[in-house]
Protein backbone atom coordinates (compact mmCIF):
# COMPACT_ATOMS: atom_id res chain seq x y z
CA UNK A 1 0.00 0.00 0.00
CA UNK A 2 2.49 2.37 0.80
CA UNK A 3 4.66 1.58 -1.91
CA UNK A 4 1.87 1.92 -4.53
CA UNK A 5 0.72 5.56 -3.13
CA UNK A 6 4.62 6.66 -3.15
CA UNK A 7 5.08 5.12 -6.77
CA UNK A 8 1.72 7.46 -7.96
CA UNK A 9 3.26 10.51 -6.27
CA UNK A 10 6.27 9.74 -7.82
CA UNK A 11 4.66 9.40 -11.37
CA UNK A 12 2.58 12.84 -10.44
CA UNK A 13 6.11 14.82 -9.68
CA UNK A 14 7.66 13.17 -12.80
CA UNK A 15 4.26 14.29 -14.95
CA UNK A 16 4.55 17.77 -13.46
CA UNK A 17 8.35 18.29 -14.51
CA UNK A 18 7.80 16.78 -18.01
CA UNK A 19 4.54 18.87 -18.58
CA UNK A 20 6.87 21.89 -17.62
CA UNK A 21 9.86 21.02 -19.67
CA UNK A 22 7.56 20.21 -22.94
CA UNK A 23 6.18 23.67 -21.85
CA UNK A 24 9.25 25.26 -22.12
CA UNK A 25 10.60 23.21 -25.16
CA UNK A 26 7.21 24.86 -26.67
CA UNK A 27 7.85 27.81 -25.10
CA UNK A 28 11.89 28.08 -26.68
CA UNK A 29 10.36 26.79 -29.77
CA UNK A 30 7.42 29.10 -30.59
CA UNK A 31 10.04 32.26 -29.74
CA UNK A 32 12.49 31.33 -31.80
CA UNK A 33 10.44 31.03 -34.88
CA UNK A 34 8.15 33.22 -34.16
CA UNK A 35 8.87 35.97 -31.73
CA UNK A 36 12.83 35.87 -32.44
CA UNK A 37 12.88 38.65 -34.66
CA UNK A 38 10.49 41.23 -32.78
CA UNK A 39 13.01 40.29 -29.88
CA UNK A 40 15.98 40.53 -31.65
CA UNK A 41 14.73 43.90 -32.75
CA UNK A 42 14.57 44.97 -28.91
CA UNK A 43 18.39 43.59 -27.86
CA UNK A 44 18.87 45.87 -30.80
CA UNK A 45 17.33 48.44 -29.51
CA UNK A 46 19.08 48.22 -25.99
CA UNK A 47 22.66 47.83 -27.66
CA UNK A 48 22.65 49.79 -30.41
CA UNK A 49 22.08 53.79 -30.75
CA UNK A 50 20.64 55.36 -34.12
CA UNK A 51 22.58 58.59 -35.33
CA UNK A 52 21.95 60.99 -37.75
CA UNK A 53 24.93 62.07 -39.57
CA UNK A 54 24.91 65.83 -40.04
CA UNK A 55 26.25 66.64 -43.29
CA UNK A 56 28.45 70.00 -43.29
CA UNK A 57 26.67 72.56 -44.75
CA UNK A 58 28.22 74.28 -47.51
CA UNK A 59 30.26 77.82 -46.97
CA UNK A 60 29.48 81.17 -48.56
CA UNK A 61 32.92 83.00 -49.83
CA UNK A 62 32.83 86.41 -51.23
CA UNK A 63 34.20 86.82 -54.85
CA UNK A 64 37.77 86.95 -53.52
CA UNK A 65 37.49 83.35 -51.54
CA UNK A 66 36.73 85.58 -48.11
CA UNK A 67 34.27 83.18 -46.12
CA UNK A 68 30.97 84.78 -45.56
CA UNK A 69 29.07 82.20 -43.73
CA UNK A 70 30.56 79.03 -42.21
CA UNK A 71 30.01 75.78 -39.93
CA UNK A 72 31.70 75.66 -36.83
CA UNK A 73 31.55 72.32 -34.31
CA UNK A 74 28.63 72.39 -31.29
CA UNK A 75 27.53 70.34 -28.89
CA UNK A 76 24.06 69.08 -28.50
CA UNK A 77 22.47 68.04 -25.05
CA UNK A 78 20.14 64.96 -25.31
CA UNK A 79 18.38 62.56 -22.71
CA UNK A 80 17.34 58.95 -22.40
CA UNK A 81 13.90 58.96 -20.06
CA UNK A 82 13.92 55.67 -19.92
CA UNK A 83 17.05 54.28 -18.56
CA UNK A 84 16.64 57.68 -15.84
CA UNK A 85 15.09 57.29 -11.95
CA UNK A 86 13.10 59.59 -10.57
CA UNK A 87 15.76 60.89 -8.53
CA UNK A 88 18.24 61.52 -11.58
CA UNK A 89 15.60 63.13 -13.68
CA UNK A 90 15.47 65.89 -10.67
CA UNK A 91 18.91 66.67 -10.48
CA UNK A 92 18.85 67.15 -14.32
CA UNK A 93 15.70 69.68 -14.25
CA UNK A 94 17.55 71.33 -11.11
CA UNK A 95 20.73 71.88 -12.13
CA UNK A 96 20.07 72.65 -15.84
CA UNK A 97 17.06 75.10 -15.56
CA UNK A 98 19.90 77.56 -14.09
CA UNK A 99 22.70 76.37 -15.93
CA UNK A 100 20.94 76.75 -19.92
CA UNK A 101 18.00 79.26 -18.35
CA UNK A 102 15.65 76.77 -19.44
CA UNK A 103 11.98 76.59 -17.46
CA UNK A 104 11.50 73.73 -15.32
CA UNK A 105 8.16 73.14 -16.81
CA UNK A 106 9.74 72.84 -20.20
CA UNK A 107 12.39 69.90 -18.70
CA UNK A 108 9.88 68.54 -16.98
CA UNK A 109 7.41 67.61 -19.81
CA UNK A 110 11.14 66.27 -22.01
CA UNK A 111 12.15 63.94 -19.28
CA UNK A 112 8.44 62.22 -18.77
CA UNK A 113 8.31 61.13 -22.26
CA UNK A 114 8.87 57.29 -22.25
CA UNK A 115 11.63 57.53 -25.34
CA UNK A 116 15.10 56.02 -24.93
CA UNK A 117 16.36 59.79 -26.68
CA UNK A 118 14.52 63.32 -26.46
CA UNK A 119 16.56 66.67 -26.97
CA UNK A 120 17.34 68.90 -24.26
CA UNK A 121 19.69 71.95 -25.65
CA UNK A 122 21.12 72.40 -29.31
CA UNK A 123 24.17 73.77 -30.14
CA UNK A 124 25.38 75.44 -26.78
CA UNK A 125 28.53 76.73 -25.78
CA UNK A 126 32.11 75.55 -25.39
CA UNK A 127 31.69 76.28 -21.63
CA UNK A 128 28.04 74.78 -20.73
CA UNK A 129 29.33 71.53 -22.24
CA UNK A 130 32.07 71.65 -20.21
CA UNK A 131 30.02 72.68 -16.89
CA UNK A 132 27.44 69.95 -17.66
CA UNK A 133 30.11 67.58 -18.18
CA UNK A 134 31.77 68.13 -14.78
CA UNK A 135 28.37 67.35 -12.85
CA UNK A 136 28.25 64.15 -14.37
CA UNK A 137 24.17 63.46 -14.17
CA UNK A 138 23.06 60.24 -15.16
CA UNK A 139 20.99 59.79 -18.51
CA UNK A 140 22.51 62.61 -20.18
CA UNK A 141 24.62 62.75 -23.45
CA UNK A 142 26.23 65.28 -26.16
CA UNK A 143 26.14 64.58 -29.65
CA UNK A 144 28.65 66.45 -31.88
CA UNK A 145 26.79 69.03 -34.33
CA UNK A 146 27.42 71.94 -36.36
CA UNK A 147 26.25 75.42 -36.00
CA UNK A 148 26.09 78.24 -38.99
CA UNK A 149 27.82 81.41 -37.92
CA UNK A 150 28.76 84.55 -39.58
CA UNK A 151 32.20 85.79 -38.99
CA UNK A 152 30.87 89.49 -40.16
CA UNK A 153 27.36 89.57 -38.45
CA UNK A 154 25.64 92.24 -40.14
CA UNK A 155 27.84 92.95 -43.18
CA UNK A 156 25.89 91.82 -46.51
CA UNK A 157 23.16 90.53 -44.15
CA UNK A 158 20.27 91.11 -46.78
CA UNK A 159 22.00 88.86 -49.09
CA UNK A 160 23.34 86.06 -47.42
CA UNK A 161 20.31 85.72 -44.68
CA UNK A 162 20.58 82.69 -42.59
CA UNK A 163 19.98 79.69 -41.54
CA UNK A 164 18.08 77.69 -38.75
CA UNK A 165 18.98 75.55 -35.77
CA UNK A 166 18.99 72.79 -38.17
CA UNK A 167 21.22 74.29 -40.83
CA UNK A 168 18.09 74.63 -43.35
CA UNK A 169 18.37 78.21 -45.10
CA UNK A 170 15.50 80.26 -44.05
CA UNK A 171 15.95 83.85 -45.78
CA UNK A 172 18.46 85.11 -48.37
CA UNK A 173 20.76 83.22 -50.29
CA UNK A 174 21.11 80.40 -47.34
CA UNK A 175 17.41 79.73 -48.36
CA UNK A 176 17.41 80.40 -52.43
CA UNK A 177 20.01 77.90 -52.83
CA UNK A 178 19.32 75.72 -49.45
CA UNK A 179 19.10 72.51 -52.01
CA UNK A 180 22.74 73.30 -52.98
CA UNK A 181 24.06 74.51 -49.49
CA UNK A 182 22.40 71.88 -47.02
CA UNK A 183 23.86 68.31 -48.59
CA UNK A 184 22.62 65.04 -47.48
CA UNK A 185 22.40 63.35 -44.34
CA UNK A 186 23.80 60.03 -43.11
CA UNK A 187 23.03 57.55 -40.02
CA UNK A 188 24.86 55.29 -37.81
CA UNK A 189 24.79 52.58 -35.03
CA UNK A 190 26.70 52.94 -32.22
CA UNK A 191 27.16 49.80 -30.23
CA UNK A 192 26.15 50.18 -26.31
CA UNK A 193 27.43 48.56 -23.28
CA UNK A 194 24.79 46.51 -20.78
CA UNK A 195 24.84 50.12 -18.67
CA UNK A 196 23.38 51.81 -22.17
CA UNK A 197 26.59 53.73 -22.38
CA UNK A 198 27.57 54.74 -25.86
CA UNK A 199 30.78 52.66 -27.42
CA UNK A 200 32.82 54.89 -29.94
CA UNK A 201 32.24 51.70 -32.36
CA UNK A 202 30.18 51.14 -35.37
CA UNK A 203 27.78 48.71 -36.60
CA UNK A 204 26.76 50.32 -39.55
CA UNK A 205 27.41 53.83 -41.72
CA UNK A 206 26.69 55.25 -44.31
CA UNK A 207 28.30 58.63 -44.26
CA UNK A 208 26.91 62.21 -44.94
CA UNK A 209 27.22 64.12 -48.76
CA UNK A 210 28.77 67.59 -47.50
CA UNK A 211 26.68 70.75 -49.03
CA UNK A 212 28.36 72.39 -52.04
CA UNK A 213 30.03 75.78 -51.47
CA UNK A 214 28.97 79.21 -53.34
CA UNK A 215 31.34 82.18 -54.16
CA UNK A 216 29.00 85.41 -54.49
CA UNK A 217 30.38 88.05 -57.04
CA UNK A 218 30.30 89.97 -53.65
CA UNK A 219 33.03 91.39 -52.93
CA UNK A 220 33.81 92.02 -49.11
CA UNK A 221 35.93 95.35 -49.63
CA UNK A 222 33.33 96.98 -51.70
CA UNK A 223 30.33 95.65 -49.68
CA UNK A 224 31.98 97.09 -46.45
CA UNK A 225 32.60 100.27 -48.34
CA UNK A 226 28.90 100.40 -49.18
CA UNK A 227 27.71 100.13 -46.14
CA UNK A 228 29.80 102.25 -44.32
CA UNK A 229 28.44 105.25 -46.74
CA UNK A 230 25.26 104.00 -46.56
CA UNK A 231 25.08 103.88 -42.88
CA UNK A 232 26.85 107.18 -42.53
CA UNK A 233 23.78 109.20 -44.60
CA UNK A 234 21.19 106.73 -42.89
CA UNK A 235 21.99 107.72 -39.49
CA UNK A 236 23.23 111.79 -40.38
CA UNK A 237 19.88 112.23 -42.40
CA UNK A 238 17.67 110.20 -39.87
CA UNK A 239 16.21 108.44 -42.78
CA UNK A 240 13.31 105.53 -42.48
CA UNK A 241 15.50 103.61 -44.76
CA UNK A 242 18.28 103.31 -47.18
CA UNK A 243 19.46 100.86 -50.15
CA UNK A 244 22.50 100.86 -52.03
CA UNK A 245 23.44 98.64 -54.89
CA UNK A 246 27.22 98.63 -56.51
CA UNK A 247 27.02 96.44 -60.02
CA UNK A 248 29.53 95.47 -62.80
CA UNK A 249 27.58 97.32 -65.96
CA UNK A 250 29.57 95.35 -68.24
CA UNK A 251 28.87 92.12 -66.58
CA UNK A 252 25.37 92.78 -64.02
CA UNK A 253 28.14 91.07 -61.54
CA UNK A 254 26.70 92.67 -58.14
CA UNK A 255 29.16 93.75 -56.05
CA UNK A 256 27.59 95.33 -52.99
CA UNK A 257 24.19 95.32 -51.64
CA UNK A 258 23.09 97.13 -48.86
CA UNK A 259 19.88 98.27 -46.96
CA UNK A 260 19.20 100.00 -43.73
CA UNK A 261 17.81 99.12 -40.90
CA UNK A 262 20.14 95.69 -41.33
CA UNK A 263 20.67 93.08 -38.65
CA UNK A 264 23.22 90.61 -37.33
CA UNK A 265 22.96 87.23 -38.68
CA UNK A 266 23.97 85.62 -35.67
CA UNK A 267 21.11 86.82 -33.81
CA UNK A 268 18.44 86.66 -36.44
CA UNK A 269 15.82 85.36 -33.87
CA UNK A 270 15.53 88.31 -32.07
CA UNK A 271 15.08 90.80 -35.38
CA UNK A 272 11.79 92.12 -37.25
CA UNK A 273 11.29 91.26 -40.55
CA UNK A 274 11.32 94.62 -41.60
CA UNK A 275 15.27 94.68 -40.77
CA UNK A 276 15.56 91.35 -42.93
CA UNK A 277 14.09 92.44 -45.76
CA UNK A 278 15.76 92.80 -49.34
CA UNK A 279 14.68 96.08 -50.22
CA UNK A 280 16.67 97.00 -52.86
CA UNK A 281 14.89 93.88 -54.74
CA UNK A 282 11.57 93.89 -53.16
CA UNK A 283 10.70 97.38 -52.30
CA UNK A 284 8.44 99.40 -54.64
CA UNK A 285 8.72 103.40 -55.45
CA UNK A 286 8.41 105.85 -57.77
CA UNK A 287 11.96 106.80 -59.02
CA UNK A 288 11.25 110.43 -59.99
CA UNK A 289 13.72 112.77 -62.07
CA UNK A 290 16.49 109.40 -61.99
CA UNK A 291 13.92 108.13 -64.49
CA UNK A 292 14.51 110.94 -67.21
CA UNK A 293 17.22 109.06 -68.57
CA UNK A 294 14.82 106.91 -70.40
CA UNK A 295 13.01 109.76 -72.13
CA UNK A 296 16.26 111.52 -72.78
CA UNK A 297 17.87 108.46 -74.47
CA UNK A 298 14.20 107.31 -76.12
CA UNK A 299 14.35 110.91 -78.00
CA UNK A 300 18.07 110.34 -78.64
CA UNK A 301 17.57 107.22 -80.21
CA UNK A 302 14.80 108.26 -82.57
CA UNK A 303 16.21 111.16 -83.56
CA UNK A 304 13.76 113.57 -82.38
CA UNK A 305 15.67 115.71 -80.57
CA UNK A 306 19.78 116.56 -80.47
CA UNK A 307 21.85 117.84 -77.46
CA UNK A 308 21.60 121.52 -78.27
CA UNK A 309 18.27 122.10 -79.26
CA UNK A 310 16.11 124.59 -77.45
CA UNK A 311 12.88 123.95 -75.47
CA UNK A 312 11.00 127.03 -73.14
CA UNK A 313 10.94 125.76 -69.64
CA UNK A 314 7.90 127.71 -68.96
CA UNK A 315 9.29 129.93 -66.03
CA UNK A 316 8.28 127.08 -63.71
CA UNK A 317 4.72 126.52 -64.55
CA UNK A 318 2.95 124.50 -67.23
CA UNK A 319 -0.35 123.38 -68.04
CA UNK A 320 -0.74 119.43 -68.84
CA UNK A 321 -4.91 119.24 -69.55
CA UNK A 322 -6.62 120.26 -65.80
CA UNK A 323 -2.90 119.66 -63.53
CA UNK A 324 -0.34 122.61 -63.38
CA UNK A 325 3.42 120.82 -63.48
CA UNK A 326 6.06 122.71 -61.96
CA UNK A 327 9.97 122.64 -61.87
CA UNK A 328 11.87 122.68 -58.46
CA UNK A 329 13.16 126.12 -59.60
CA UNK A 330 12.00 128.51 -62.73
CA UNK A 331 13.76 128.12 -65.93
CA UNK A 332 13.37 130.00 -69.24
CA UNK A 333 14.77 128.36 -72.38
CA UNK A 334 17.10 125.45 -71.83
CA UNK A 335 18.57 123.05 -74.17
CA UNK A 336 17.78 119.69 -74.04
CA UNK A 337 21.32 118.80 -72.59
CA UNK A 338 20.27 121.33 -69.94
CA UNK A 339 17.14 120.20 -69.45
CA UNK A 340 18.44 116.89 -67.99
CA UNK A 341 21.57 118.42 -66.22
CA UNK A 342 19.10 120.92 -64.78
CA UNK A 343 16.09 118.36 -63.58
CA UNK A 344 13.51 120.19 -65.60
CA UNK A 345 9.98 118.90 -65.31
CA UNK A 346 8.49 120.63 -67.69
CA UNK A 347 11.11 120.30 -70.23
CA UNK A 348 11.73 116.92 -70.11
CA UNK A 349 7.35 117.07 -70.61
CA UNK A 350 7.28 118.31 -73.47
CA UNK A 351 10.50 116.18 -75.14
CA UNK A 352 7.94 113.02 -74.18
CA UNK A 353 5.27 114.82 -76.02
CA UNK A 354 7.53 115.15 -79.25
CA UNK A 355 8.16 110.94 -78.77
CA UNK A 356 4.01 110.20 -77.83
CA UNK A 357 2.99 107.69 -74.89
CA UNK A 358 3.22 104.48 -77.11
CA UNK A 359 7.04 105.67 -77.49
CA UNK A 360 7.92 106.69 -73.85
CA UNK A 361 6.36 103.17 -73.04
CA UNK A 362 8.16 100.91 -75.33
CA UNK A 363 11.94 102.43 -73.69
CA UNK A 364 10.24 102.24 -70.16
CA UNK A 365 9.82 98.24 -71.21
CA UNK A 366 12.57 97.71 -73.17
CA UNK A 367 14.78 99.61 -69.67
CA UNK A 368 13.38 96.29 -68.15
CA UNK A 369 10.68 97.89 -66.09
CA UNK A 370 7.63 96.46 -65.31
CA UNK A 371 9.04 92.99 -65.51
CA UNK A 372 11.59 91.16 -63.10
CA UNK A 373 15.23 90.88 -64.21
CA UNK A 374 15.55 87.63 -63.10
CA UNK A 375 18.05 88.32 -60.35
CA UNK A 376 19.29 84.88 -58.53
CA UNK A 377 18.10 86.56 -55.05
CA UNK A 378 14.36 85.38 -53.28
CA UNK A 379 11.56 87.95 -53.09
CA UNK A 380 12.35 90.23 -56.58
CA UNK A 381 8.96 91.87 -57.44
CA UNK A 382 8.54 93.56 -61.53
CA UNK A 383 7.31 96.79 -60.48
CA UNK A 384 4.37 98.38 -62.36
CA UNK A 385 3.69 100.40 -65.37
CA UNK A 386 0.23 100.65 -66.77
CA UNK A 387 0.26 100.60 -71.01
CA UNK A 388 -0.61 103.60 -72.44
CA UNK A 389 -4.46 102.65 -72.89
CA UNK A 390 -4.79 103.25 -68.88
CA UNK A 391 -3.10 106.64 -68.65
CA UNK A 392 -4.71 109.60 -67.84
CA UNK A 393 -4.59 113.32 -69.73
CA UNK A 394 -1.94 114.21 -67.71
CA UNK A 395 0.31 110.60 -67.33
CA UNK A 396 2.36 112.57 -70.44
CA UNK A 397 3.63 114.74 -67.67
CA UNK A 398 4.03 112.27 -65.01
CA UNK A 399 5.71 108.99 -66.53
CA UNK A 400 8.49 110.43 -68.16
CA UNK A 401 9.77 112.32 -64.89
CA UNK A 402 9.25 109.08 -62.75
CA UNK A 403 5.61 109.08 -61.57
CA UNK A 404 2.37 106.96 -61.81
CA UNK A 405 4.94 104.36 -62.04
CA UNK A 406 6.98 101.64 -59.92
CA UNK A 407 10.15 100.56 -59.76
CA UNK A 408 13.14 98.27 -57.76
CA UNK A 409 16.85 100.15 -56.84
CA UNK A 410 18.02 96.90 -58.89
CA UNK A 411 15.93 98.13 -61.84
CA UNK A 412 17.67 101.20 -61.91
CA UNK A 413 20.76 99.90 -61.72
CA UNK A 414 20.41 97.73 -64.44
CA UNK A 415 19.25 100.90 -66.09
CA UNK A 416 21.81 102.74 -65.59
CA UNK A 417 24.72 99.88 -66.36
CA UNK A 418 22.67 99.86 -70.42
CA UNK A 419 23.98 103.91 -70.59
CA UNK A 420 27.00 102.10 -69.22
CA UNK A 421 28.30 99.52 -71.18
CA UNK A 422 26.96 101.21 -74.41
CA UNK A 423 23.24 100.29 -74.61
CA UNK A 424 23.23 96.79 -73.61
CA UNK A 425 20.61 95.64 -70.79
CA UNK A 426 22.06 92.81 -68.78
CA UNK A 427 20.53 90.01 -66.11
CA UNK A 428 21.64 90.81 -62.67
CA UNK A 429 23.25 87.83 -60.65
CA UNK A 430 25.27 86.86 -57.55
CA UNK A 431 26.14 84.13 -57.25
CA UNK A 432 29.66 83.47 -59.22
CA UNK A 433 29.98 79.46 -58.73
CA UNK A 434 28.82 76.10 -56.60
CA UNK A 435 31.40 73.93 -55.79
CA UNK A 436 32.20 71.04 -54.09
CA UNK A 437 34.40 70.62 -50.81
CA UNK A 438 37.26 69.28 -53.05
CA UNK A 439 37.04 72.93 -55.03
CA UNK A 440 35.66 71.55 -58.62
CA UNK A 441 33.10 73.66 -59.97
CA UNK A 442 29.43 71.97 -60.39
CA UNK A 443 27.98 75.03 -61.53
CA UNK A 444 29.19 78.36 -63.08
CA UNK A 445 27.47 81.41 -63.33
CA UNK A 446 28.65 83.64 -66.88
CA UNK A 447 27.00 87.35 -67.99
CA UNK A 448 23.45 87.13 -70.00
CA UNK A 449 22.31 89.72 -72.37
CA UNK A 450 18.52 90.20 -71.67
CA UNK A 451 18.47 92.90 -74.81
CA UNK A 452 19.98 95.60 -76.93
CA UNK A 453 18.59 98.87 -75.22
CA UNK A 454 19.74 101.59 -77.43
CA UNK A 455 22.67 102.01 -79.59
CA UNK A 456 26.46 102.96 -78.74
CA UNK A 457 25.93 106.51 -80.36
CA UNK A 458 23.22 107.36 -78.03
CA UNK A 459 25.08 105.63 -74.64
CA UNK A 460 27.93 107.58 -75.48
CA UNK A 461 26.03 111.33 -75.94
CA UNK A 462 23.46 110.52 -73.52
CA UNK A 463 27.02 109.72 -71.08
CA UNK A 464 28.37 112.86 -71.79
CA UNK A 465 24.85 114.52 -70.63
CA UNK A 466 25.10 112.56 -67.35
CA UNK A 467 28.67 113.82 -66.85
CA UNK A 468 27.28 117.32 -67.31
CA UNK A 469 24.72 116.23 -64.68
CA UNK A 470 27.64 115.85 -62.11
CA UNK A 471 29.86 118.71 -62.89
CA UNK A 472 27.57 121.28 -63.75
CA UNK A 473 23.97 120.65 -62.65
CA UNK A 474 22.00 119.27 -60.03
CA UNK A 475 24.85 116.55 -58.97
CA UNK A 476 27.87 118.28 -58.18
CA UNK A 477 28.13 116.83 -54.82
CA UNK A 478 28.75 113.89 -56.53
CA UNK A 479 32.23 115.28 -58.11
CA UNK A 480 35.77 113.76 -57.05
CA UNK A 481 38.48 115.17 -57.71
CA UNK A 482 40.99 113.27 -60.34
CA UNK A 483 37.78 111.02 -61.13
CA UNK A 484 34.69 111.71 -63.71
CA UNK A 485 31.41 110.26 -63.18
CA UNK A 486 28.32 110.48 -64.94
CA UNK A 487 24.76 110.26 -62.99
CA UNK A 488 21.34 111.41 -62.26
CA UNK A 489 19.83 113.06 -58.83
CA UNK A 490 16.08 112.41 -57.64
CA UNK A 491 14.00 113.42 -55.50
CA UNK A 492 10.51 112.08 -55.44
CA UNK A 493 7.30 112.84 -53.91
CA UNK A 494 5.97 110.06 -52.05
CA UNK A 495 2.22 109.30 -52.04
CA UNK A 496 -0.15 109.39 -48.90
CA UNK A 497 -2.30 107.31 -48.47
CA UNK A 498 -5.71 108.42 -50.05
CA UNK A 499 -3.56 109.12 -53.24
CA UNK A 500 -2.00 112.43 -53.01
CA UNK A 501 1.96 113.48 -53.50
CA UNK A 502 2.90 114.35 -50.14
CA UNK A 503 4.81 117.60 -49.31
CA UNK A 504 6.87 116.19 -46.69
CA UNK A 505 7.83 113.10 -47.38
CA UNK A 506 10.38 112.20 -50.21
CA UNK A 507 12.27 109.10 -51.45
CA UNK A 508 15.89 110.99 -52.25
CA UNK A 509 18.22 108.86 -55.10
CA UNK A 510 21.69 109.36 -56.99
CA UNK A 511 22.06 106.82 -59.70
CA UNK A 512 25.56 106.98 -61.32
CA UNK A 513 28.84 105.18 -63.04
CA UNK A 514 32.45 105.88 -62.90
CA UNK A 515 34.55 106.18 -64.51
CA UNK A 516 32.62 108.37 -66.60
CA UNK A 517 34.58 107.52 -69.90
CA UNK A 518 35.07 104.01 -69.12
CA UNK A 519 33.17 102.58 -65.98
CA UNK A 520 33.85 100.26 -63.53
CA UNK A 521 30.99 100.24 -61.74
CA UNK A 522 27.40 101.72 -61.50
CA UNK A 523 26.21 102.54 -58.11
CA UNK A 524 22.61 103.03 -57.20
CA UNK A 525 21.44 105.10 -53.74
CA UNK A 526 17.93 105.78 -52.16
CA UNK A 527 17.11 106.87 -48.62
CA UNK A 528 13.51 106.67 -47.85
CA UNK A 529 12.40 110.03 -45.90
CA UNK A 530 15.61 111.50 -44.87
CA UNK A 531 15.85 115.43 -44.06
CA UNK A 532 17.29 117.42 -45.77
CA UNK A 533 15.49 115.25 -48.69
CA UNK A 534 16.48 116.25 -51.91
CA UNK A 535 18.87 113.68 -53.67
CA UNK A 536 21.55 115.64 -54.97
CA UNK A 537 22.27 116.95 -51.32
CA UNK A 538 21.94 113.65 -49.63
CA UNK A 539 22.41 110.75 -51.93
CA UNK A 540 24.86 112.31 -54.34
CA UNK A 541 27.61 112.74 -51.48
CA UNK A 542 27.15 108.87 -51.11
CA UNK A 543 27.64 107.84 -54.26
CA UNK A 544 31.11 109.79 -54.66
CA UNK A 545 32.46 108.54 -51.36
CA UNK A 546 31.53 105.38 -52.55
CA UNK A 547 32.73 105.89 -55.98
CA UNK A 548 36.34 107.23 -55.20
CA UNK A 549 36.93 104.18 -52.67
CA UNK A 550 36.11 101.49 -55.21
CA UNK A 551 37.37 102.82 -58.15
CA UNK A 552 40.80 103.41 -56.13
CA UNK A 553 40.69 100.07 -54.58
CA UNK A 554 39.37 98.11 -57.91
CA UNK A 555 42.25 100.02 -59.94
CA UNK A 556 44.75 98.62 -57.53
CA UNK A 557 43.48 94.80 -56.84
CA UNK A 558 42.27 93.99 -60.44
CA UNK A 559 44.01 93.71 -64.32
CA UNK A 560 42.69 95.69 -66.78
CA UNK A 561 39.31 95.28 -67.72
CA UNK A 562 39.45 92.72 -70.93
CA UNK A 563 36.38 92.19 -73.52
CA UNK A 564 33.58 90.19 -72.01
CA UNK A 565 31.96 87.18 -73.56
CA UNK A 566 28.07 86.62 -72.92
CA UNK A 567 25.28 84.27 -73.40
CA UNK A 568 21.90 86.02 -74.88
CA UNK A 569 18.67 85.39 -73.20
Not at 187 to 206: N, S
Not at 231 to 250: G, L, Q, R
Not at 302 to 320: A, L, M, P, Q, T
Amino acid sequence: MYISNYRRRSEAVFLVFFSFLIFCIARLIFIQFFRSSYLSGIARKQHNLFVELEPVRGTIFDCNLKPQAINLPANSLYASPNEMRDKDKEAVIRQLSSILNLEKPYLRDRLARKKSFVWIARKITPLHTEIIKKLNLKGLGFLRESKRSYPNSYLASQIIGFAGIDNVGLEGIEAYFDKFLKGEPGWGMFLRDARQKRLDIWDKIVLARDGYDLVLTIDEVIQYIAERELDKAYKTYHAKAASIIVMDPHTGAILALANRPTYDMNEHSRMSKDKIRNRAICDLFEPGSVFKIVTASAALEEKRVSEEDKFFCENGSYRIANHILHDHQPHGWLSFREVIEESSNIGTTKVAQLLGPDMVYKYVRLYGFGSKLGVDLPGEISGMIKEPRFWSSTSIGAVPIGQEIGVTLIQLAAAFSVIANGGQLMKPYIIEEVRDKQGEVIKKSSPVLIRKVISLDTAARLKKILTGVVEEGTGKLAKMPGLTAAGKTGTAQKLEPNGTYSHNKFIASFIGFAPAEDPLIVIAITLDEPYPYYGGVVAAPVFKNVASDCVRYLNASQPPSQAVSFNEN
